[in-house]
């Protein structure tokens, strides 16, 4: 494999170190895991220090920082605000669909924050009651963030593309006592009312929670509904008007600040838990030593705040490490066009942008030259960061030819919030092979296994685990659902957490991850379940079989295609009820899921204890190549599946090509 660009560091940051320290950093860490983050924690404000930096006995696997008092919004904006950053822009928001720029400082961003974590308590939010915030790209959602982390209520954004069931399925789990949301969200192509896939959502939600706060948007406000409903601006201008302090209230490090719900092998998200301390800890380590971003500096994140990128990387870690945050209300193309990243980068002297590939892929479907980089200032610019779903060498290697400055993939997922590998900057860059995702992170003791759970040699594909305890930041546990923790990361291979990611580490120690093992598709960066949607195509009248696989994307990477099998005697033609089943995953799942292919096809093929063979299915749609599997029933099948993906214009038409 070709050896990646590799970048004179000193022109990139004089102060960055030529001869990387990853190796020394590493190896300090595995010969003293607690020393290395109790060092780590000394950049955090404690209240009260912790009596162990890691308990075994603890929660499933162990916890981190027992017996401390911490409070991650006095972190994050008291200690800037009240220190020597006070006047210093926190967040910036440019929205290009609004036309809107702003900025608010340490000092603004602790009023608004008060202000709000005042309103919650009024509502009676205290410490350990849960809030959904289910709001567009807007500083109010970050503001929500930061009150409920104030008062020590645990926070749950739910992505604003999803549609009223799912959220509905979160607010049954959550429970929350208030839901913070908006009249719309603005895409590209349409404004998107909030409130009634919110009213929805709290209809079809067996838990009704006490009180909604509603920030109205004055490009389409809404109706609130009486009794229920407050409006934020209202009740953030009266807090502010009686002037009352809420100061940060100190809370167990071990106490959880947020759930973020991520998708599960079926339509029931799993409720990632992050904890306080060791997430506040394992962020600002990265901020220098991974992404060599300074205090002071500009860090963007392109990402949402519905997702875990935008949790850790537009929202905390930034602000734990005393950056500004860019807040980006648009799309990197057509909001106008596919110059905006470049323009936002130039206007607020971003230092490093993080992103997703498809974002990159997008752009260069648009402008393949890189014509529009070229109207704009990057000299600030210093590196592009990668993540999401694997990065492909075509894009990275166009990128790098675009706007010379490294382009660097690294590897993480929801449970763990924050990477668990990586090319650190900050400790020293290595030479990386294109489509590797970096070396493991200290912290990580990355392992692959074949399925027996045996360690397999250099180069050889298999699954990824992680050696426990799993480090600081990353998930404890699954809200109130310590068994479904255990089942689905830590029983299939004891000792290790599964990342359901296969991979392969390469004999230089560098990680390539290549697939998921489970049912979970990435599309456009965004993890989604093909199980989940087939529990809601499965719900149609019509259909007696239905089976959802992912398909190769030049833009998305991937997007779903599900095989519907009808039921005898149905009136309407199969081009009806496929429509039918695309407006069904929109309403249920939300217009996230991309979902917009559906295939009628006569049988599924399945093994002959009735296993439905997905992954020749795929192959088959992906052109790949495909062997008939031995327990297959009818192999006649494949070539039905074959036919029908062929009049979609999808894969190869022919007889089974790999047999
Ligand atoms: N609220 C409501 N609807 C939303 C939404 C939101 N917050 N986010 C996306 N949607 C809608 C879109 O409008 C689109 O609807 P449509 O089917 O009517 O066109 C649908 O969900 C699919 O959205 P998306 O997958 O984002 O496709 P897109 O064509 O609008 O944009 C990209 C494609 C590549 C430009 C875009 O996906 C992107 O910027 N991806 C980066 C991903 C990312 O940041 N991931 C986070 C990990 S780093
Ligand atoms: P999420 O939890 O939404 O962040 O998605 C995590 C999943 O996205 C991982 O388990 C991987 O399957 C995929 N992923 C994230 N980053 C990368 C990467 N750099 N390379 C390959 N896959 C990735």
């Not at 950049?43 to 308990?55: N, R």
């Not at 546990?477 to 359901?500: C, H, I, M, S």
Request: hydrophobic residues 40%.
């Amino acid at each position: 494999m070709p050896s990646r660009l590799l970048f004179n560091q000193e022109t990139i940051d004089a102060g960055r170190p030529k001869l990387s320290n990853y190796h020394a950093g590493y190896e300090r860490w595995k010969k003293d895991p607690e020393g290395f983050w109790a060092d780590a924690a000394q950049e955090i404000d404690w209240f009260t220090p912790w009596e162990k930096v890691f308990d075994p006995d603890e929660g499933v696997y162990g916890r981190w920082f027992t017996g401390a008092l911490c409070n991650t919004c006095y972190n994050a904006i008291d200690r800037h605000a009240d220190g020597e950053r006070g006047d210093q822009p926190a967040l910036i928001f440019d929205s290009p669909v609004t036309d809107t720029k702003q900025s608010f400082s340490f000092k603004d961003m602790k009023v608004e924050v008060s202000a709000l974590a005042a309103v919650l308590q009024d509502s009676g939010v205290g410490k350990g009651d849960r809030v959904i915030i289910y709001m567009p790209m807007v500083p109010e959602a970050v503001f929500a963030m930061l009150a409920c982390a104030r008062i020590g209520a645990v926070h749950s954004v739910v992505f604003g593309g999803f549609a009223s069931a799912e959220l509905a399925t979160r607010i049954d789990d959550a429970m929350p006592k208030v839901i913070i949301s908006a009249s719309c969200g603005i895409e590209p192509s349409r404004v998107v009312a909030y409130k009634p896939l919110l009213d929805d959502a709290i209809k079809i939600a067996r838990y009704k929670p006490d009180r909604c706060v509603i920030l109205q948007r004055e490009v389409q406000p809404c109706n609130l509904t009486e009794g229920r409903d407050i409006d934020y601006a209202e009740a953030v201008a009266s807090a502010r008007a009686t002037g009352r302090e809420v100061p940060c209230l100190p809370v167990a490090a071990i106490d959880p600040l947020y759930i973020l719900y991520t998708s599960g092998t079926t339509g029931r998200p799993k409720g990632v838990v992050r904890d306080n301390g060791s997430h506040m800890v394992a962020l600002k380590w990265s901020m220098w030593n991974e992404y060599g971003v300074k205090p002071g500096e500009v860090f963007w994140a392109a990402s949402d705040v519905g997702w875990v990128v935008g949790h850790s990387y537009i929202v905390y870690a930034p602000l734990l490490h005393g950056c500004t945050t860019v807040l980006f209300e648009g799309k990197p193309v057509g909001t106008p066009d596919a110059g905006t990243f470049w323009r936002v980068i130039a206007e607020h002297g971003v230092v490093a942008l993080f992103t997703a590939p498809t974002a990159l892929r997008a752009i260069k479907a648009q402008d393949p030259e890189g014509v529009l980089s070229q109207a704009y200032d990057l000299s600030k610019f210093r590196t592009l960061f990668l993540a999401g779903e694997r990065a492909d060498p075509d894009t990275v290697k166009w990128a790098e030819g675009q706007i010379k400055v490294p382009v660097i993939d690294h590897w993480w997922q929801t449970e763990t919030g924050s990477p668990i590998s990586h090319n650190p900057v900050g400790l020293g860059m290595l030479s990386v092979k294109y489509g590797s995702s970096g070396v493991p992170m200290p912290g990580y003791d990355v392992r692959i296994l074949d399925d027996a759970g045996h360690e397999v040699e250099a180069g050889t594909l298999g699954n990824v685990a992680i050696k426990l305890p799993l480090p600081p930041a990353c998930l404890p546990t699954l809200w109130n659902a310590d068994q479904r923790f255990r089942e689905a990361y830590l029983v299939e291979y004891p000792g290790y957490y599964k990342t359901a990611d296969a991979g392969y580490l390469d004999a230089d120690g560098l990680l390539f991850i290549m697939a998921r093992t489970d049912d979970i598709i990435n599309v456009a960066g965004h993890r989604l379940s093909t199980g989940g949607m087939e529990e809601v195509i499965a719900e149609h009248r019509d259909v007696a079989e239905c089976a959802v696989i992912g398909i190769a994307d030049e833009m998305k990477g991937q997007v779903p295609c599900g095989f519907l099998v009808l039921n005898a005697g149905v009136a309407r033609t199969p081009a009806e009820v496929e429509a039918e089943i695309v407006a069904l995953v929109r309403k249920k799942i939300g217009p996230v899921a991309s979902f917009k292919i559906a295939v009628t096809v006569k049988r599924l093929p399945k093994t002959r204890s009735g296993k439905i063979l997905r992954g020749t299915m795929q192959s088959i749609a992906n052109n790949k190549e495909w062997k008939l599997p031995p327990t297959i029933d009818d192999p006649a099948i494949l070539d039905e599946i074959a036919a029908a993906l062929s009049q979609h214009g999808i894969g190869a038409w022919g007889p089974s090509n790999g047999v």
